[in-house]
């Protein structure tokens, strides 16, 4: 005979422990999201609501500093990203460097440094002395008066002027550092340096004159201009447009009256 008791209700109470674990799970699990929820306004911190702006100022505008900074703010002190707000004043014009921190606690602290042109580039471009161009179509300013303060054609005159392709730009003020250095002691001085698609340079002395150097050797054929095409036509500078110096042994003169000589070979590169 079997006496053994059937397991119904061992089946049926383990079911139950089942479903009411699974739902005490879920409960815990809403409450803790609903916790987090809730807790986020605290852990976020208090929020920023002070922007104080740093550094000697002159081209920056402070409201390109708050249009730029408003959308990189967290919604409390801990969670705001300094970088994306650096990143995001690096993009602005005339920015070289931007330092950004929370000071407690609610204020976030801007300190910028702007850029210092040395060159300018193209037509209205300025350049930094990395070879970054930093502006490209430098606008006159109207003071609190309504006049108009100068624009890059007077303000910054006193430039050199490179053009070339906007990629190379680093390039272009690295070859005028080189030859502006090299004729330098000879008390000669380039206002102008363009080097064009093919990367042929001539370059601009502050008399007016044009040296045109070619794509190969541009510092060589600078230092022979200075040696020997300049000491040969000292007398007759006043009447030179241009000298090409593109040549085997010798070089070539344009003069302002309209005709033109050579004395060499053949043009090279």
Known sequence: MNTRKPDQPVKFWRRRIVVVGAGATLVLAVAFGLLLWLARPLLAGPRLTT??????????????????????LGSGFFNTRVERIGAALDALPWVAEADVRREWPHTLRVDIVEEVPVARWGDAGLMDAQ????????????????????????AY???????????ASADVLAQ???????????????VALSVDARGAATVELDDGIEVRLGREDASARLARFSALALPA????????????MR???????????GKNGNQGTRPNA
């Open 131 to 154: 070879g970054k161009v930093f502006v490209h179509d430098v606008q006159g300013r109207t003071n609190a008066a309504g006049g108009g303060m100068p624009g890059a054609a007077s």
């Open 176 to 190: 005028y550092n080189t030859l502006a250095a090299l004729v330098a002691p000879r008390g000669i001085a380039i």
């Open 157 to 167: 005159s006193n430039l050199p002027m490179l053009s070339g392709r906007d990629d």
């Open 247 to 257: 040549y085997t042994n010798g070089f070539a003169v344009g003069w302002k009256n």
């Open 51 to 72: 922007l104080t702006l740093g550094g000697r100022l002159q081209h920056v505008d402070p409201a390109a500093v708050r249009n730029a900074v408003l959308p990189e």
């Open 233 to 244: 036509l000292a007398a007759k500078l006043t009447t030179v447009a241009y000298v090409d």
